[in-house]
Each structure stands twice: as C-alpha cells, then as structure tokens.
C-alpha cells in the first residue's frame, strides 16, 4: 500500500486533480512566457544597432536583482525634458498657445503690436520664436493670464489642443509625440520607473496634455511655473495667476526643482540638443550613487522631423566626455510620429 | 454516447480535473471573499460612530460606479498635514533635531547659547517651542546645514531618528505614527487614492521617514524647503543648502504647494487644531469641483497623547461652519500609537 492509499479514495481523486492543474499551469506559464519575450520588441520604432541596444542592455541590467547594478523600484525614476525631447520645437508649441491669447489683447490694444517679443509672436516669425531668450519667455509667459484664476487658463489650453494644428507639419500638436520616446517611455514603465517630465515649459501648460499624450499624470510633470496666490474671489477661493515667474525651470534649476519635486537624482535622463537646457540634469543624474543612464537628443533628421544644432555645440560635447548615449534622430529613429509612414524616406 | 465520448478518453480526464479544479477554485473565492470583507475592519483603531462611519460612507461613495459623487482614480488625491495630524507636535519632532545641530555648533561657539530661538531650543523649553512662529522656524531651518550638501543633511536625520527617543514618551520617533491615521492612509489607498504629506515642516526632513511611517515615497511629501543651487564642489556637482527659505509651506501656501506639485485639488485633506495652519488647505480641498472630504484632529486627548487647544478656535470655527469632520482623539481613537495597549485607559 502506498502513501496516497492513506487517504480516502475522494480526496486522493481531488488531490491528482489538484495537482494535475497545477502542473499544467506551471508548465504552460514556463514554455509561454519566455517566448512572448524574445518575440515583442518593446522599442519598434528605433533601429537596431548601438543606441537601442544600449538602452535595453542598461534596463536588463538596472532590474537584473543579482546584478552589481541593480536598482531597487522605488529608485527607478526617470526624467524626460519635453520641448525637442518628447516632441517638436520648431515652434514652441507653447509659444504658439501665447501667440493665440495676445491677438486677443492685441484686438483690445493695437500699439502692443508694435513690441517685441510680441511682435515676433504675432507675425509668426518661427525662426525668431526658436531663437527666444528666458528673459523673453518669462515676459511672454507673464502677459497673458495675470490676475486669472488657473481653471479659465486650462480652458483655453484644452481648447487650443483640441483646435489648432501645427503650422508645417498640419496635424493638432497632441499627434506630435514622438513616437519612439512614447515606446521609451512605456518601457521604463513596464520596467519599473515612474515617468516624469522636466521641461522649460510652463508646468500647467504640459499637465493638460501629459497623461493623454504620454501617460504621465500631471503630478509627475516639473515645469516653469507661475506664482500664485490662494485669495478670496467673489465668496470663493481661488488660486490666482501673479505677473511673476515662481521658478524658470531651465539649466542649473532643472536639477534643483527634480530635488524638490522628486528627491532623488533619475536614474534615468533624458534631454536635447539645442541650447544647453538639460546639461545640468543629465550631469544631476550621472551623478548619483549608482548606475545611471543619460540620454541626448541629436535633431540631424532632415525629413520628418526639423534639422537644428546648438550654436556652441556644449550638449554634444558633454555629452562625448561624460558618456553619454547620443540619439541621431537621423539613423536612430525608424519613425519620428506616429502619423508618419514606418519607412520615412 | 454522450458528447464528452467524442473525445479521446486521456483529453477526458484531462478536461474533468481542469473542470474540477477551477470548480474548486471559484466555490473558494466566492466563499470566502464575502466573509473576508465582511469580517475585516480597514480602521480597527478608531471607535464605532459618527466620524468613523462618514468617513467609510465617503469612500464607499466615491468609489461607487454609478454613484453621483463616483471619482475616477487618477483624481484620488489626499494630502495630510503631519505635525500633529499624523505625528505628535509636542515637541516639534524636527525641532529636537535642530536642537542637537545647535548644539554642536554652540560647542565651537558658545556666544549662540544666549540667542532667542536658539536659548529655547538648547534649554529644551518645550512650552516655548510648541509656539515658535514662522519666522523663528524659518532661522532655526537656516542656521543648520547652509552651504551644506544635502547628502550630510540627509545622514544626519537618518542618525537622529535612529538613536532619539521623545523625551516623554521614552520611544524612537519613528514609533510615534498615530495608529489610526496609518490605517486611514492604508485604507485610503486600497481604494484607488494617492496618498500625499502636506505639511510645514522640512520636506528633506520628513522624506526621511515618510515611506518607513506612512507608505508614502518622497516624491508625494509637500513641506517647507530651503532653497538649493545647483554648483560645483571639489569637481562635484552638489545641490548645496543656501541660506533662504524657498517655501515656508503653511497657511495659504499649502494649496499654492499643492497646485505646484500635484496639479489637482485634493478629494480628501487632513488637517489639526493647533494654529490655523490647515484651514487653507481644508478650504481648496472643498472647493473642489465634485465630491470631497475634510477631516480636522482636535487634541482633546487627556491619556494617550497631548491636550491642547488653539487660542482663537479658527480651526474648528471654521470647521463648524464649512461642515467639516471634526476627530477628538478622545473619542474616537481607541489608540494612540501602535506600542500602546488596545485599551487606552
């Protein structure tokens, strides 16, 4: 007789059964899973070759938990610049919302016409509006919507997406993620890493759009923000627009607003060529106690996307003496928007 | 022959124990999840009655389909102030801290000793400290670590918390969560909500112990911060402590920190009586499009935990006319801290 005649003849019937089904799922779950994994490429729209295979190979190694390079999940964090990083510049989108809001004061009060950086705005001028200062920005940034509860301001910014469209490439600017940073992205979340967006742009600005176009929530967007001020207005309480920047999100402040929002230097970081604007954060993140990954944005395309260098080329050569990944929108990218044909030529 | 013939007798038996056991698995589930539910009470720590039973009606509403106040998850924000809504004020926890720093730097100069707020954070008047204003905190939060590292900070808040005990209840601080308000936040985010500290004490103090006490990570505390600058240090790149406040989070400032780094108004805020300092936030949470709760602590306590009243009653004045949960702790906390006995008496 032997150990299973112990038991009585139903309880040795549901224990085979028991065990039958768990065995199979075991089996099924070790042939299925391997598989699904080799088959699914988590980056399409990037070409093979070195960058792509150093992205991977870093992210295998961060969540490899016997790896010397292991990072813990609550340490995954990763920021991403927006304007050139996620999607284009050429013009500030953001640049083109301010334009909208000041044709309007401008129709209340013609000689404003007449000022810059208005003036630039209001005739469109792309190449000067690529080419604005923080000084500019800020003066642009603090024009419209002064003295304004923010709920009318996200109206406007709600209603800009839903309308307008870019001047050159005629698609609304919410198809203008780029399609292979929206992939990044999804891959640094399904591997852990909370998303987060660092960018020179106005924090309220991105937050309407961030979840939709990226799916990062508003509470992990860092941007240049407004003061404001929690005051009684008409028997409630709002928080109220001032005419002064709260802090320019831009440079050496990119690493210091990540501190405050944040805590903890990225693991990962991400910006672009342009104007030096994420130097200061891709250094933040190199920095920190551990592995990290930093990541730079090369705009040499010269088809779907807009060719642009930086006058002093100090992101390029930052990022060739500290090691940082160069991304050649050129040789790099399969597909820049989702809109666009796989094969760009 | 019945249909089941139709196949080959191994597939037969095969299919019964899949059937069998996922029979099983269903009968289990259904069975025991009810009682489970029903069973377990997600805040044991407070008393049956009113308070406790507005707050689970609030959630169970909120979390509802097809209920008028139902909101969808990505809006579940709750903030909760810290000192005395989720800790102990009396002290001020991050006041013992600044003490020993002080300290030290009166065994290099003895001078410091007989300066107002210094004299009373050295004697140890806990009286006096329980009052400090706005503008003492703000001297005491930069007579320390200016032109410091945050990384030295950061050590030596982890030392602090590792070796003190509070000088009346003989415990390490970290022991000193109250017990029904962790629950609460457990309960709060086993349904959907993002759990958020709000507070005006440090934010590089509180991110210390934040995720240890409460669950919450770094990256969802809100406080007082000391402004940083991005530089160079011994060919370093450091974020260095200037000697100037960047926000003193209290009062009306809170809901302008709560729009900065969540974007939403919170569907759920925490405050207590003490100086007013949670009105505002209690305010913005309210003012909310949609449904949202206000729950304000009122130190009644006469055993457990502290008594003390605010001198002017603002809080719970407002409270009364805005409609807001008032918790005595005397009434509807069973306990205290988590290393007291069930029974507080």
Not at 70 to 80: G, H, K, L, N
Not at 102 to 114: F, I, R, T
Not at 159 to 175: C, N, Q, R, W
């Amino acid at each position: 007789m032997s150990i299973a005649m112990l038991f009585p003849k139903g309880l040795r019937q549901f224990l085979a059964f028991m065990f039958a089904s768990l065995l199979f799922f075991v089996l099924a779950i070790a042939t299925i899973a391997p598989v699904s994994a080799a088959e699914s490429d988590p980056l399409p729209s990037w070409n093979e070759g070195e960058v792509k295979g150093e992205i991977i190979a870093f992210v295998d190694r961060i969540t490899t938990q016997d790896n010397p390079d292991f990072v813990p999940v609550e340490q995954r964090i990763a920021t991403f610049d927006n304007d050139g990083t996620l999607w284009p510049e050429q013009p500030l989108i953001q640049g083109m919302f301010v334009r909208d809001r000041l044709a309007e004061q401008v129709a209340n009060d013609p000689s404003l016409a007449e000022k810059q950086p208005y003036k630039a705005v209001l005739e469109g001028d792309l190449s000067r509006l690529g080419r604005l200062t923080g000084s500019e920005v800020t003066a642009l940034l603090t024009a419209v919507y002064t003295d304004t509860d923010g709920g009318k301001y996200e109206a406007d910014v709600r209603d800009f997406f839903a309308t307008e469209k870019h001047p050159i490439l005629g698609v609304p600017y919410t198809e203008l993620a780029y399609q292979p940073m929206v992939e990044l992205l999804d891959y640094l979340r399904a591997n852990g890493f909370q998303t987060w967006i660092c960018s020179g742009g106005g924090i309220d600005f991105i937050r309407v759009i961030s979840q939709q176009m990226y799916g990062i929530p508003p509470q992990q967007v860092i941007g240049t923000s407004i003061a404001k001020a929690f005051i009684e207005q008409d028997g409630t309480f709002v928080l109220q627009r001032q005419p002064k920047i709260g802090s320019f999100n831009d440079k050496a402040v990119k690493p210091v607003n990540i501190d405050l929002h944040i805590g903890r230097r990225p693991v990962f970081a991400a910006g672009n060529v342009k104007s030096g604007g994420d130097i200061a954060m891709l250094t933040y993140s190199q920095g920190r106690a551990g592995a990290s990954f930093q990541l730079l944005i090369n705009h040499d395309d010269r088809s779907g996307e807009f060719a642009y260098q930086e006058p002093d080329n100090a992101s390029l050569n930052a990022a060739a003496t500290h090691g940082w990944t160069v991304v050649s929108i050129q040789d790099n990218w399969q597909q820049v928007f989702a809109f666009q044909d796989k094969s760009k030529s």
